[in-house]
């Protein structure tokens, strides 16, 4: 039929507990949901949407603009690039090195330290602490400071078996002390981890860990998954709170 409407399929795996952040994400795109599959750790959502009608007309005239553009400007470059080289050859080489740089080279102490980011002399990160998982904050934030390092007081919103291991874990962390009631801020992750590689500080170091345990965690920024809503974070030490 003419006006059967035809639709775009999506499927997204989030970590348990984060589905309904996950959900109301993509309604805000226009998805609809309709089907999950809950597993152990992750489930699996699939979403649609119409899908828009192509305007060709439209692409193709936009697409003819640069070609035309192209073809005037080269015919253009044709036409003074004699005189051009003629003007070029008179230039003395070195001048491109006679201007110095504006800006100096940094210091062996300069480029050697690196600053632990935290709430308090970041706002931009004690602005993603209260941002919503799935909000491009975490994108932006993931994106400048890969690999830099951060810390904050947070707690154990999930933890669960990595795989068929019962001795490595991955966790699912959050901002506060509210563990898996925590509804504000990033769903930071630990992936496929034990316990030592926590590297537990503090006065009383506990025997194990679980959900709803407090911490101060400190980390290295991975990268963040935009359709998963999980921010992937590699554990530096954990302080005990």
């Given amino acids: 039929m003419a006006d059967e409407i035809k639709y775009e399929y999506k ?17 805000k795109d226009g998805w609809e949901l309709v089907e999950q599959v809950q597993g152990t ?3 699996t959502l699939t979403f649609r949407r119409p899908k828009k009608p192509q305007p060709w007309l439209l692409i193709g005239a936009l697409v ?3 070609v035309i553009l192209a073809i005037v400007i080269g015919v253009a470059s044709a036409l003074s690039g004699g005189g051009e080289k003629e003007d070029e050859s008179d230039k003395p080489v070195a001048a491109a090195s006679e201007k110095p740089s504006a800006t100096p080279a940094p210091t062996a102490a300069e480029s050697t330290t690196t600053e632990v980011i935290t709430p308090q002399n970041n706002p931009e990160f004690a602005a993603l602490l209260k941002a919503d998982s799935c909000d491009d904050a975490n994108l932006d934030f993931a994106t400048r400071h890969a690999g830099q390092t951060v810390a904050f007081d947070g707690s154990i919103v999930n933890m669960a078996p990595h795989g068929d291991y019962d001795t490595r874990y991955d966790f699912l962390l959050g901002p506060g002390d509210q563990g898996p009631n925590t509804t504000v801020g990033p769903a930071f992750k630990y992936e496929d981890v034990n316990t030592f590689d926590l590297k537990l ?11 709803g345990d407090k911490f101060r965690f ?3 920024v991975r990268e963040f998954n935009a359709d998963q809503c999980i921010f992937f974070l590699n554990p530096v030490s954990t302080e005990v709170r």
């Avoid at 499927?11 to 309604?27: A, D, E, F, P, Y």
């Fill in 64 to 66: 003819a603009v640069p």
């Fill in 218 to 220: 400190v980390a290295e």
């Fill in 11 to 27: 499927t997204v795996r989030t970590v348990r507990g984060t589905n309904g952040l996950m959900i109301s994400k993509m309604q």
């Fill in 41 to 43: 750790l992750r489930s």
């Fill in 201 to 211: 500080t503090g006065k009383k170091i506990p025997a194990t860990v679980d959900a």
